[in-house]
């Protein structure tokens, strides 16, 4: 067993217990559960069924780590729901073997990209969409993630949209299935559970601390601070650092994430700073900590009368001035 398999094993037990504690309708569809690893024989007549060899890394992680079950979106699919995605549509027997078309060296797509697949695709009812490609996952409703098996990308995933004339297929930034799984299993783990999908957060990279403090992109400060406020016990440091984020953070969508994570298990200590986010120029911000503070009747007594007064910052008003210090 390779590294990243002996890595991604030894991250699914702790992952399993996490999202067995959260009971959410997503975790409940694969139960928290990878299904066993499919035979080499299994394996290989799959692929001299349909004519393809399958990338490396997805296949050994079939046949050393499990098949279907806990993953992204709805969890892994079984390698033999691997057309999930046509629903329904006749499969001919050479649809793996015809090479998926596009690359992520390719230019950004423009209206006509389906023009690759054929100028009639989208017209023919019968059209296998995405051949050369086999389905990992479903993310709701007509959204799809899967790995290209035949192709100038094969190997790379790639998340599409059955509603084919609303958005082109788009590759993760992942190198492959592995790089994809590992950094789910990351994210999930550090409590970023809706992490945008072009954020990779990885156990090898900067803690989430220095991330929130540090890191130029704002995405990512976002990530790391509602990562931090969902772990078990906010420890006086990152408390301190959530709030230094609340009031100082340059982006409001920081801020105001940086808000909603002090006011989910508030402290008197926080109450100082949620207050200062009542003037916050963002009216998100404004609201998060409205919302925060509406069961801390004390800090709202603190600066009743005040022109830093919740009773006098409307969600559409225009900010105070900021002030030195807190009125009291």
Request: glycine share 8%; net charge negative; with cysteine.
């Amino acid at each position: 067993m390779d590294a990243r398999l002996r890595r991604i094993a030894a991250k699914l037990a702790p992952v399993r217990d996490l999202l067995g504690r959260t009971h959410s309708i997503r975790e409940e569809s694969h139960r928290v559960l990878l299904g066993p690893p499919m035979p080499e024989s299994r394996v290989v007549a799959f692929e001299e069924q349909y004519g393809i060899r399958l990338p490396p890394c997805y296949r050994s992680f079939l046949t050393t780590i499990g098949n279907g079950g806990i993953g992204p979106g709805a969890g892994l699919l079984h390698l033999d729901d691997w057309d999930y995605v046509v629903l329904g549509a006749p499969i001919r027997p050479d649809h793996l073997s015809t090479p998926f078309p596009l690359s992520p060296t390719d230019p950004a797509p423009g209206p006509d990209w389906y023009h690759a697949f054929g100028p009639a695709w989208l017209d023919d009812d019968d059209a296998e969409p995405y051949p050369g490609t086999i389905a990992l996952t479903t993310r709701g409703c007509s959204l799809y993630t899967l790995l290209v098996v035949t192709g100038p990308a094969r190997g790379r995933v790639v998340d599409v949209n059955l509603e084919f004339d609303v958005d082109a297929p788009s590759f993760t930034h992942d190198t492959d299935f592995l790089d994809w799984y590992e950094r789910w299993l990351d994210q999930t783990g550090n409590g970023m559970h809706s992490a945008p999908p072009d954020v990779a957060l990885r156990d090898d990279e900067p803690p989430m601390a220095a991330i929130l403090r540090d890191a130029s992109d704002p995405a990512l400060r976002e990530v790391a601070a509602r990562g931090l406020g969902r772990a078990p016990i906010l420890t006086p440091a990152v408390r301190s650092l959530l709030g230094a984020a609340a009031v100082g953070d340059p982006a409001p969508e920081v801020r105001r994430t940086a808000v909603i994570m002090l006011g989910r298990r508030p402290t008197p200590s926080d109450d100082d700073v949620l207050v200062r986010a009542l003037t916050d120029a963002s009216a998100d911000v404004r609201e998060a900590a409205l919302q925060a503070l509406a069961g801390r009747g004390s800090a709202l007594q603190q600066t009743a009368g005040s022109d830093r007064s919740p009773a006098r910052v409307r969600l559409g008003s225009p900010p105070l001035p900021a002030r030195s210090t807190l009125e009291t």
